[in-house]
Each structure stands twice: as structure tokens, then as C-alpha cells.
């Protein structure tokens, strides 16, 4: 059989999705699966035993109906016996429809029938789970196909010897603090309204440094340096002297490395967070106030701790909706009170460090 899975968009998006293709090739492990993406998401899915060919749906396809086209026509000529569209847009709508595979799968919309033959309603948020929506939403795009109950729904980042010795040698080259903990710092998030405030996050740093005197290392993208410059100029002088800001990796791939060599990642709620939980570091985050806390809050434990307005005060959420909130997003941060925050920060760092 010959499976494809499409997941667009965000890397945490495609990371997440991989539970798909980890679960297909375990209940059918002759079989090939494939992985559609974007091109900057592709390095998260790299040495995946679990994909056999990752096909890239460039930006530039995209824009061009001509090319789009001729992709969809590729894609046909595959002859996949199934489709999974996790993402179920019109792109990935149309490329499913013409794909000439027997099985088209998606998430239910009122338009779907159009393209899929089997539609899968999501759990709607309200519902109670360990693990988090966007875990369990993924896996009910598999009950077409596999029966059993899954027990592997974690996603994962495989690693080779050589891209951690890598990472290890480029720490070698900076002074850190051997007798302290390595922390690699979320600084800002992949949009304004998912960025904490700068002056809090400095304070946060501040707090970070003098309880655990632990080695800091900013994870942002290049046209971010003058912003997480900013963070690094608001904190005090002896926490600057613990932030490594020019331990910097050049790419994903190497990003991933050094992540794998930290004892924590601490920051806003994102891409990062499911890359360390992908590489089983432990994460403390701060969600977006009008992040959607049910399906993003995933695999919550003593070693991986987030902190959402909806959990300090959900009457918020009765008066308001996501829009609005998102429009007034640093307003609602302003309710998320900085001592516990703190308080939960200290019994994370209890927890890792003990």
C-alpha cells in the first residue's frame, strides 16, 4: 500500500502530524508513506524511520494555478491507495480529489464530501484529555484504517551521532558554566500577539538566572535579533553575563542539536516547545492568551508545564471571544500574574534540577 500524509503549514504543525505516518507505518510496515510539506518545515521530519519520502509543496507551486496543476497531476501519477489531509485546504482539498487514491481522508467541514470520502468529525474543545487535541484530532484521521488502540502518539525528532556531536562541539567553543543547567530560552514567539511582553520576559530571566544561575541561550529567527536584542538589554547585568546570545544555530537542523543538549526550554508556547517535547526535554511555556489552550496544551506533566489565562481566570472566556481577546492580547497578558508565574517557575526548576 502507499500512503500520503499532508500536513502544511507551521513546523509545529508538521512535527505534530507525524503521528500519523509513525502509527501507519507500524500498523502496515510494508507499506510506503509519504509526507507532503512546506519547504521550512522538512528538516523536523529528516531520518524519520517512519517516512519514506518527504514531497515538498513549494510556495511558488502554490501561487500559480498553471503549476499547481501540473503538481496535482504528479501527485496522481503516484498512485497512492490513501490520502490524509491534516491541514484540508483548498490546495490539499483539490490535490486529494485528483489524487485517484481509493481512501480520502479529512477532518468533516461543510463542504467536505465535496473532496473526501470519509469525513472525520474533531473532538470539540470543552473536551477533557492528558495528551491534547491536536494529538487526539490526528489519530481519528487513522480510524478508517487501523482499528486498534494506538499507544504511540508522541511525536519525535530523530537525531543522528553526528549532528549531537556537532551541537557539542559548537558548545564547546563558548565558556559556559559547567556546574549549572543549560536552558534554551523561547524568546519570542512566531507572532506578535504570541510574543509575552519584553519587560516581563526579562524579568522572568532575571528570575531564571538568580535561582538556578543557569547558562542562557535565545532560539529566534534572524529578522528577530533586534527584538530579542531588546529582552537581552532589559535584563539585569548579571543575568546578561549568563546569556550565550551568540550560541546561535544557522538552522533547523543544528537548532535541534543544541536543543537536544539543554536541560529545559523555557519561553513562549510554539514551534520550539514541540520540538523539545519531540526530543523529551522539559518545557515550561507561556501560552498566548488567545492560543486554543485544549488542543495546543499536549502531553502536561511535572516536567512540562505551560501557564494559559484560560486556567487563571476562565470567566474571561464566557465575556469575550478568541478575536477579540487576540486583538487585546497585551491587555490579557497583563492578568497573568508575574509571581506565580514565578512560584510555578521555581517548582519546575525543583523538578528538573532535583
Not at 502554490?62 to 503549476?67: D, E, F, Q, T
Not at 496522481?76 to 490513501?82: G, I, L, V
Not at 512540562?304 to 477579540?324: A, F, R, V, W
Request: net charge positive; with cysteine; glycine share 4%.
Amino acid at each position: 500500500m502507499k500512503f500520503l500524509v499532508i500536513q502544511q503549514k507551521r513546523i509545529g504543525d508538521v512535527l505534530t502530524s507525524t503521528i500519523i505516518s509513525n502509527n501507519l507505518k507500524k500498523a502496515y510496515p510494508n507499506a510506503q508513506v509519504d509526507y507532503m510539506c512546506y519547504a521550512n518545515c522538512v528538516d523536523v521530519l529528516k531520518n524519520n524511520p517512519n517516512i519514506d519520502n518527504v514531497i515538498v509543496l513549494e510556495e511558488k507551486v502554490r501561487k500559480n494555478y498553471l503549476s499547481l496543476f501540473k503538481f496535482i497531476f504528479q501527485i496522481r501519477s503516484k498512485k497512492y491507495d490513501t490520502i490524509i489531509d491534516a491541514y484540508s485546504k483548498l490546495e490539499t482539498n483539490l490535490i486529494t480529489f485528483f489524487s485517484g487514491a481509493k481512501y480520502k481522508i479529512s477532518y468533516k467541514k461543510g463542504y467536505s464530501n465535496l473532496f473526501y470520502n470519509y469525513n472525520i468529525e474533531r473532538l470539540k474543545n470543552g473536551t477533557k484529555s492528558d495528551i491534547g487535541l491536536a494529538i487526539i484530532n490526528r489519530l481519528r484521521l487513522l480510524k478508517p484504517l487501523i482499528k486498534k488502540e494506538f499507544t504511540d502518539y508522541k511525536p519525535k525528532v530523530f537525531l543522528t551521532e553526528t549532528e549531537i556531536k556537532e551541537a557539542k562541539a559548537l558548545i564547546d567553543k563558548f565558556s559556559l558554566q559547567k556546574d549549572a543547567p543549560t536552558f534554551m530560552i523561547g524568546i519570542l514567539g512566531s507572532e506578535w500577539y504570541k510574543t509575552y511582553p519584553f519587560e516581563k520576559m526579562a524579568e522572568l530571566l532575571d528570575f531564571t538566572v538568580e535561582t538556578t544561575n543557569a547558562n542562557l541561550l535565545f532560539n529566534y529567527i534572524p529578522k528577530q535579533k533586534e527584538d530579542a536584542l531588546k529582552i537581552y538589554n532589559l535584563c539585569q547585568p548579571e543575568t546578561q553575563k549568563r546569556i550565550y546570545f551568540d550560541l546561535y544555530a544557522n538552522d533547523l537542523r543544528s537548532f535541534l542539536g543544541l536543543l537536544s543538549q539543554c536541560d529545559a526550554l523555557i519561553g513562549n508556547e510554539g514551534g520550539s516547545v514541540n520540538m523539545a517535547k519531540a526530543l523529551f526535554i522539559p518545557t515550561f511555556s507561556l501560552f498566548s492568551p488567545s492560543v486554543d489552550k485544549e488542543t495546543w496544551q499536549i502531553f502536561e506533566d511535572e516536567k512540562n508545564i505551560s501557564i494559559h489565562l484560560k486556567d487563571l481566570k476562565p470567566e474571561i472566556y464566557t465575556q469575550y471571544d478568541e478575536k477579540y481577546i487576540k486583538e487585546h492580547t497585551f491587555n490579557y497578558f497583563d492578568e497573568y500574574p508575574i509571581e506565580l508565574i514565578k512560584e510555578k517557575l521555581k517548582s519546575f526548576f525543583e523538578e528538573i534540577l532535583k
